[in-house]
Protein backbone atom coordinates (compact mmCIF):
# COMPACT_ATOMS: atom_id res chain seq x y z
CA UNK A 1 0.00 0.00 0.00
CA UNK A 2 1.42 3.44 -1.35
CA UNK A 3 2.25 6.06 1.23
CA UNK A 4 -0.54 8.59 0.20
CA UNK A 5 -3.62 5.92 0.21
CA UNK A 6 -1.56 4.93 4.15
CA UNK A 7 -1.38 8.27 5.55
CA UNK A 8 -5.21 8.97 3.95
CA UNK A 9 -6.70 5.84 6.07
CA UNK A 10 -4.65 7.40 9.23
CA UNK A 11 -6.27 10.91 9.21
CA UNK A 12 -9.71 9.61 7.91
CA UNK A 13 -9.49 6.79 11.00
CA UNK A 14 -8.80 9.75 12.81
CA UNK A 15 -11.62 12.03 12.32
CA UNK A 16 -13.53 8.76 12.47
CA UNK A 17 -12.88 8.06 15.96
CA UNK A 18 -13.22 12.26 17.16
CA UNK A 19 -16.14 12.32 15.67
CA UNK A 20 -18.70 12.80 19.22
CA UNK A 21 -22.20 12.81 17.25
CA UNK A 22 -23.91 10.71 14.64
CA UNK A 23 -24.16 14.31 12.89
CA UNK A 24 -20.89 14.88 12.96
CA UNK A 25 -20.03 10.80 12.20
CA UNK A 26 -21.90 11.95 8.96
CA UNK A 27 -20.67 15.19 7.78
CA UNK A 28 -17.43 12.94 7.59
CA UNK A 29 -19.10 10.00 5.72
CA UNK A 30 -19.59 12.28 3.26
CA UNK A 31 -16.46 14.20 2.98
CA UNK A 32 -14.77 10.58 2.38
CA UNK A 33 -17.56 8.69 0.85
CA UNK A 34 -19.80 11.31 -0.73
CA UNK A 35 -19.90 12.24 -4.55
CA UNK A 36 -17.09 15.36 -3.63
CA UNK A 37 -15.82 12.68 -1.14
CA UNK A 38 -11.90 12.10 -0.69
CA UNK A 39 -12.04 8.03 -1.44
CA UNK A 40 -14.24 8.51 -4.67
CA UNK A 41 -12.01 11.28 -5.58
CA UNK A 42 -9.03 9.00 -5.58
CA UNK A 43 -10.99 6.16 -7.12
CA UNK A 44 -11.69 8.78 -10.56
CA UNK A 45 -7.78 9.08 -10.73
CA UNK A 46 -7.77 5.31 -11.74
CA UNK A 47 -8.50 6.57 -15.87
CA UNK A 48 -5.57 7.91 -16.02
CA UNK A 49 -3.52 5.11 -14.96
CA UNK A 50 -1.58 2.32 -16.55
CA UNK A 51 -3.04 -0.75 -16.59
CA UNK A 52 -0.66 -2.59 -13.98
CA UNK A 53 -0.73 0.75 -11.83
CA UNK A 54 -4.73 0.66 -11.59
CA UNK A 55 -4.76 -3.21 -10.84
CA UNK A 56 -2.83 -2.60 -7.45
CA UNK A 57 -3.72 1.39 -6.71
CA UNK A 58 -7.24 -0.49 -7.49
CA UNK A 59 -7.52 -2.96 -5.24
CA UNK A 60 -5.62 -0.76 -2.48
CA UNK A 61 -8.52 1.76 -2.54
CA UNK A 62 -10.99 -0.57 -2.60
CA UNK A 63 -9.58 -1.95 0.65
CA UNK A 64 -9.21 1.28 2.43
CA UNK A 65 -12.67 2.24 1.38
CA UNK A 66 -14.31 -1.37 2.64
CA UNK A 67 -12.23 -0.44 6.12
CA UNK A 68 -13.49 2.98 6.60
CA UNK A 69 -17.19 1.73 5.69
CA UNK A 70 -16.52 -0.47 8.75
CA UNK A 71 -14.84 2.17 11.15
CA UNK A 72 -18.01 4.50 10.19
CA UNK A 73 -20.57 1.93 11.23
CA UNK A 74 -18.42 0.76 14.52
CA UNK A 75 -18.23 4.35 15.72
CA UNK A 76 -21.88 4.99 14.29
CA UNK A 77 -23.28 1.59 16.64
CA UNK A 78 -21.03 3.03 19.50
CA UNK A 79 -22.32 6.66 19.35
CA UNK A 80 -25.65 5.29 19.26
CA UNK A 81 -25.15 3.19 22.32
CA UNK A 82 -24.13 6.24 23.81
CA UNK A 83 -27.17 8.64 23.42
CA UNK A 84 -28.97 5.44 24.24
CA UNK A 85 -27.22 5.24 27.49
CA UNK A 86 -27.40 8.78 27.94
CA UNK A 87 -31.63 8.72 27.37
CA UNK A 88 -31.95 5.94 29.61
CA UNK A 89 -30.44 7.69 32.99
CA UNK A 90 -32.13 11.04 32.10
CA UNK A 91 -35.65 9.79 31.65
CA UNK A 92 -36.97 8.46 34.69
CA UNK A 93 -40.23 6.42 34.75
CA UNK A 94 -41.79 5.78 38.60
CA UNK A 95 -43.91 2.94 38.59
CA UNK A 96 -43.85 2.43 42.45
CA UNK A 97 -45.98 5.47 42.27
CA UNK A 98 -49.37 4.50 43.21
CA UNK A 99 -52.53 6.64 41.69
CA UNK A 100 -53.90 9.05 44.12
CA UNK A 101 -57.64 7.69 45.26
CA UNK A 102 -58.94 10.97 44.87
CA UNK A 103 -58.51 11.65 41.02
CA UNK A 104 -58.32 8.03 40.34
CA UNK A 105 -61.15 6.54 38.23
CA UNK A 106 -63.00 3.89 38.08
CA UNK A 107 -64.42 0.82 36.36
CA UNK A 108 -68.23 0.88 35.11
CA UNK A 109 -70.10 -2.01 37.06
CA UNK A 110 -70.87 -3.28 33.57
CA UNK A 111 -67.21 -3.19 32.47
CA UNK A 112 -66.69 -5.08 35.71
CA UNK A 113 -69.51 -7.45 35.20
CA UNK A 114 -68.09 -8.26 31.46
CA UNK A 115 -64.69 -9.05 32.48
CA UNK A 116 -65.95 -11.38 35.01
CA UNK A 117 -68.10 -13.48 33.10
CA UNK A 118 -65.37 -13.53 30.35
CA UNK A 119 -62.80 -14.67 32.82
CA UNK A 120 -65.55 -17.34 33.96
CA UNK A 121 -66.25 -18.60 30.06
CA UNK A 122 -62.65 -17.96 29.06
CA UNK A 123 -61.65 -20.80 31.63
CA UNK A 124 -64.66 -22.80 30.13
CA UNK A 125 -63.25 -22.44 26.67
CA UNK A 126 -65.68 -19.96 25.14
CA UNK A 127 -64.25 -17.63 22.75
CA UNK A 128 -65.52 -13.87 22.51
CA UNK A 129 -67.16 -13.19 19.49
CA UNK A 130 -68.91 -9.49 18.57
CA UNK A 131 -71.47 -8.10 15.85
CA UNK A 132 -72.40 -5.17 14.57
CA UNK A 133 -75.21 -2.70 16.68
CA UNK A 134 -76.64 -1.52 13.36
CA UNK A 135 -78.27 -5.00 11.93
CA UNK A 136 -80.47 -6.33 9.23
CA UNK A 137 -84.11 -7.36 9.38
CA UNK A 138 -82.52 -11.00 8.59
CA UNK A 139 -79.78 -11.33 10.91
CA UNK A 140 -81.88 -9.73 13.71
CA UNK A 141 -85.29 -11.88 13.20
CA UNK A 142 -85.67 -13.77 9.84
CA UNK A 143 -82.90 -16.13 10.43
CA UNK A 144 -83.28 -16.82 13.85
CA UNK A 145 -86.91 -18.47 12.90
CA UNK A 146 -88.99 -15.38 13.50
CA UNK A 147 -92.48 -16.09 11.84
CA UNK A 148 -93.23 -12.99 9.26
CA UNK A 149 -95.47 -10.68 11.78
CA UNK A 150 -94.48 -11.92 14.50
CA UNK A 151 -95.18 -9.28 17.17
CA UNK A 152 -91.08 -8.43 18.14
CA UNK A 153 -90.56 -6.96 14.56
CA UNK A 154 -93.37 -4.34 15.49
CA UNK A 155 -92.29 -0.51 15.83
CA UNK A 156 -93.32 -0.43 19.58
CA UNK A 157 -90.08 -2.77 20.35
CA UNK A 158 -87.44 -2.79 17.41
CA UNK A 159 -85.92 0.80 16.86
CA UNK A 160 -85.95 1.13 12.61
CA UNK A 161 -83.30 3.02 10.93
CA UNK A 162 -84.40 5.07 7.78
CA UNK A 163 -84.62 3.34 4.43
CA UNK A 164 -81.67 2.74 2.77
CA UNK A 165 -80.82 1.05 -0.56
CA UNK A 166 -78.91 -2.27 0.04
CA UNK A 167 -75.78 -3.96 -2.95
CA UNK A 168 -78.59 -5.03 -4.84
CA UNK A 169 -80.59 -2.29 -5.26
CA UNK A 170 -82.99 -3.32 -2.60
CA UNK A 171 -84.89 -0.82 -0.04
CA UNK A 172 -84.44 -2.11 3.52
CA UNK A 173 -84.65 -0.85 6.71
CA UNK A 174 -82.09 -1.77 9.21
CA UNK A 175 -82.25 -1.81 12.62
CA UNK A 176 -81.30 -1.46 16.04
CA UNK A 177 -80.50 -4.92 17.10
CA UNK A 178 -82.95 -6.02 20.18
CA UNK A 179 -80.51 -8.77 20.96
CA UNK A 180 -77.32 -10.49 20.63
CA UNK A 181 -78.52 -13.66 19.09
CA UNK A 182 -77.86 -11.84 15.96
CA UNK A 183 -74.25 -12.81 16.70
CA UNK A 184 -75.17 -16.58 16.80
CA UNK A 185 -75.62 -16.25 12.98
CA UNK A 186 -73.03 -13.79 11.98
CA UNK A 187 -70.57 -16.51 13.69
CA UNK A 188 -71.91 -19.74 12.10
CA UNK A 189 -71.96 -17.97 8.49
CA UNK A 190 -68.58 -16.98 8.96
CA UNK A 191 -66.77 -20.31 10.96
CA UNK A 192 -66.84 -23.53 10.91
CA UNK A 193 -68.72 -25.66 13.38
CA UNK A 194 -68.02 -27.02 16.19
CA UNK A 195 -68.65 -23.14 17.99
CA UNK A 196 -68.29 -22.58 21.12
CA UNK A 197 -68.73 -18.89 21.40
CA UNK A 198 -69.41 -15.64 24.12
CA UNK A 199 -70.69 -12.39 23.45
CA UNK A 200 -71.34 -8.87 25.45
CA UNK A 201 -73.01 -5.99 23.72
CA UNK A 202 -75.52 -3.19 23.53
CA UNK A 203 -78.59 -4.43 22.47
CA UNK A 204 -81.94 -1.79 21.91
CA UNK A 205 -85.34 -1.33 22.52
CA UNK A 206 -87.88 1.17 22.41
CA UNK A 207 -89.06 0.50 26.27
CA UNK A 208 -88.35 3.33 29.51
CA UNK A 209 -89.30 2.63 32.69
CA UNK A 210 -87.70 1.89 35.91
CA UNK A 211 -86.83 -1.92 34.86
CA UNK A 212 -85.95 -0.58 31.23
CA UNK A 213 -83.79 1.43 29.14
CA UNK A 214 -84.02 2.10 25.55
CA UNK A 215 -80.09 1.09 25.89
CA UNK A 216 -79.10 -1.82 27.43
CA UNK A 217 -76.39 -4.77 27.27
CA UNK A 218 -77.13 -8.48 26.88
CA UNK A 219 -74.64 -11.82 27.02
CA UNK A 220 -74.74 -15.00 24.04
CA UNK A 221 -73.70 -18.25 24.44
CA UNK A 222 -74.35 -20.24 21.96
CA UNK A 223 -72.13 -23.49 21.66
CA UNK A 224 -72.53 -26.39 18.36
CA UNK A 225 -70.94 -29.74 18.07
CA UNK A 226 -71.83 -33.11 17.06
CA UNK A 227 -73.39 -33.95 20.74
CA UNK A 228 -74.46 -31.13 22.86
CA UNK A 229 -77.71 -31.78 24.21
CA UNK A 230 -80.00 -30.31 27.17
CA UNK A 231 -77.56 -31.78 29.91
CA UNK A 232 -74.76 -29.53 28.91
CA UNK A 233 -76.88 -26.49 28.47
CA UNK A 234 -78.00 -27.02 32.14
CA UNK A 235 -74.42 -28.01 33.27
CA UNK A 236 -72.78 -25.21 31.74
CA UNK A 237 -75.14 -22.83 33.02
CA UNK A 238 -75.26 -24.01 36.43
CA UNK A 239 -71.32 -23.73 36.62
CA UNK A 240 -71.60 -20.00 35.31
CA UNK A 241 -73.96 -18.48 37.88
CA UNK A 242 -72.36 -20.45 40.76
CA UNK A 243 -69.11 -18.78 39.95
CA UNK A 244 -70.29 -15.71 38.88
CA UNK A 245 -72.09 -15.14 42.17
CA UNK A 246 -69.98 -16.70 44.26
CA UNK A 247 -72.89 -19.30 46.11
CA UNK A 248 -71.54 -22.89 45.31
CA UNK A 249 -74.89 -24.10 46.42
CA UNK A 250 -76.96 -21.82 44.20
CA UNK A 251 -79.93 -22.87 42.96
CA UNK A 252 -80.86 -23.22 39.39
CA UNK A 253 -84.37 -23.83 37.68
CA UNK A 254 -85.43 -24.42 34.11
CA UNK A 255 -88.88 -23.42 33.28
CA UNK A 256 -90.13 -24.18 29.88
CA UNK A 257 -90.88 -21.19 27.93
CA UNK A 258 -91.32 -19.78 24.39
CA UNK A 259 -88.12 -18.44 21.67
CA UNK A 260 -88.60 -18.66 18.11
CA UNK A 261 -84.67 -19.95 17.38
CA UNK A 262 -84.95 -22.70 20.26
CA UNK A 263 -86.73 -25.57 20.61
CA UNK A 264 -86.79 -26.81 23.80
CA UNK A 265 -86.83 -23.48 25.16
CA UNK A 266 -86.20 -22.69 28.74
CA UNK A 267 -86.03 -19.59 31.00
CA UNK A 268 -83.46 -19.68 33.26
CA UNK A 269 -84.56 -18.76 37.37
CA UNK A 270 -81.86 -18.97 40.49
CA UNK A 271 -82.93 -19.26 44.16
CA UNK A 272 -83.60 -16.04 46.08
CA UNK A 273 -85.40 -14.67 49.17
CA UNK A 274 -87.47 -12.15 49.85
CA UNK A 275 -87.56 -10.56 53.26
CA UNK A 276 -88.35 -7.38 54.69
CA UNK A 277 -88.29 -5.90 51.78
CA UNK A 278 -84.74 -7.16 50.78
CA UNK A 279 -83.28 -9.59 48.08
CA UNK A 280 -80.91 -11.89 48.78
CA UNK A 281 -79.56 -14.44 45.96
CA UNK A 282 -78.94 -18.00 47.34
CA UNK A 283 -81.12 -21.04 48.98
CA UNK A 284 -84.13 -19.58 49.88
CA UNK A 285 -87.92 -20.05 49.04
CA UNK A 286 -88.57 -17.69 46.07
CA UNK A 287 -87.22 -17.67 42.49
CA UNK A 288 -85.51 -14.97 40.10
CA UNK A 289 -86.04 -15.07 36.53
CA UNK A 290 -82.21 -13.99 34.77
CA UNK A 291 -82.68 -15.02 31.26
CA UNK A 292 -83.36 -17.09 28.35
CA UNK A 293 -81.85 -20.68 26.77
CA UNK A 294 -82.57 -23.67 24.68
CA UNK A 295 -81.02 -26.06 22.32
CA UNK A 296 -81.08 -24.06 18.58
CA UNK A 297 -83.62 -24.78 16.32
CA UNK A 298 -82.97 -26.88 13.48
CA UNK A 299 -84.27 -23.85 11.43
CA UNK A 300 -81.40 -21.81 12.55
CA UNK A 301 -78.49 -24.34 11.86
CA UNK A 302 -80.17 -24.96 8.23
CA UNK A 303 -80.31 -20.74 7.81
CA UNK A 304 -76.84 -21.20 8.69
CA UNK A 305 -76.05 -24.05 6.17
CA UNK A 306 -75.22 -26.30 9.13
CA UNK A 307 -77.22 -29.73 8.69
CA UNK A 308 -79.60 -29.98 11.89
CA UNK A 309 -79.30 -34.16 11.35
CA UNK A 310 -75.41 -33.76 12.26
CA UNK A 311 -75.33 -30.59 13.98
CA UNK A 312 -77.02 -29.98 17.46
CA UNK A 313 -76.14 -27.75 20.76
CA UNK A 314 -77.69 -24.41 22.66
CA UNK A 315 -77.88 -21.39 23.52
CA UNK A 316 -78.60 -18.43 25.90
CA UNK A 317 -78.51 -14.96 26.36
CA UNK A 318 -79.01 -12.82 29.77
CA UNK A 319 -78.91 -8.90 30.66
CA UNK A 320 -76.18 -7.20 31.94
CA UNK A 321 -77.01 -4.77 33.69
CA UNK A 322 -79.76 -7.43 35.57
CA UNK A 323 -76.78 -9.51 36.32
CA UNK A 324 -74.85 -6.66 37.81
CA UNK A 325 -77.92 -5.03 39.60
CA UNK A 326 -78.51 -8.60 41.54
CA UNK A 327 -74.65 -9.20 41.98
CA UNK A 328 -73.88 -5.61 43.75
CA UNK A 329 -77.22 -4.57 45.13
CA UNK A 330 -77.92 -1.30 42.33
CA UNK A 331 -81.41 -0.71 42.65
CA UNK A 332 -82.12 1.31 39.89
CA UNK A 333 -81.36 0.34 36.12
CA UNK A 334 -81.85 3.94 35.06
CA UNK A 335 -78.66 4.90 36.95
CA UNK A 336 -75.89 2.81 34.78
CA UNK A 337 -76.36 5.52 32.17
CA UNK A 338 -76.70 8.96 34.00
CA UNK A 339 -73.03 9.36 34.12
CA UNK A 340 -72.93 10.41 37.55
CA UNK A 341 -69.63 10.75 39.15
CA UNK A 342 -70.92 10.38 42.29
CA UNK A 343 -72.55 7.39 41.27
CA UNK A 344 -69.51 5.61 39.48
CA UNK A 345 -67.70 5.91 43.13
CA UNK A 346 -69.72 4.34 44.97
CA UNK A 347 -70.30 1.23 42.76
CA UNK A 348 -67.54 1.41 40.42
CA UNK A 349 -63.92 -0.68 40.61
CA UNK A 350 -60.87 -0.44 41.24
CA UNK A 351 -58.92 -0.55 38.04
CA UNK A 352 -55.61 -2.06 39.48
CA UNK A 353 -57.80 -4.88 40.48
CA UNK A 354 -58.98 -6.40 37.59
CA UNK A 355 -60.79 -9.87 37.45
CA UNK A 356 -58.64 -12.75 36.64
CA UNK A 357 -58.66 -15.96 36.59
CA UNK A 358 -56.03 -16.17 38.94
CA UNK A 359 -57.42 -14.38 41.88
CA UNK A 360 -60.76 -15.43 40.05
CA UNK A 361 -63.55 -12.87 39.49
CA UNK A 362 -63.73 -11.26 42.89
CA UNK A 363 -62.39 -7.40 42.94
N1 LIG B 1 -82.46 -13.42 22.73
C1 LIG B 1 -83.32 -13.73 23.85
C2 LIG B 1 -83.83 -12.42 24.45
O1 LIG B 1 -83.37 -11.39 24.11
C3 LIG B 1 -82.62 -14.52 24.91
C4 LIG B 1 -82.23 -15.91 24.46
C5 LIG B 1 -80.98 -16.16 23.92
C6 LIG B 1 -83.12 -16.97 24.59
C7 LIG B 1 -80.62 -17.42 23.52
C8 LIG B 1 -82.77 -18.24 24.19
C9 LIG B 1 -81.53 -18.48 23.66
O2 LIG B 1 -84.71 -12.42 25.28
Redesign the pocket.
Known amino acids: MTQDIQSLRTQIANEVKSASNLKALDDVRVSVLGKKGRITALMKTLGAMSQEERQTKGRDINILKDEIADLIKHQENALKKQEMDARLSSETLDITLSPRQDYMGHIHPISQTIEELTVIFAAMGFHVAEGPDIEDDYHNFTALNFPPGHPAREMQDTFFLPETQDEEGEYAKKLLR????SV?IRHMENNKPPHKIICFGR?YRSDYDLTHTPMFH?M?ALMIDEKTNMGHLKGCIMDFVRAFFEIEDLPVRFRPSF?P??EP?AEIDIGCSRKDGGLKIGAGDDWLEI????MVHPNVLKNCGLDPEKYQGF????GIERMAMLKYGIPDLRTFFESDLRWLRHYGFNPLERPNSASGVKS
Open positions: THTSQTQEFFVGGGSGAFGM
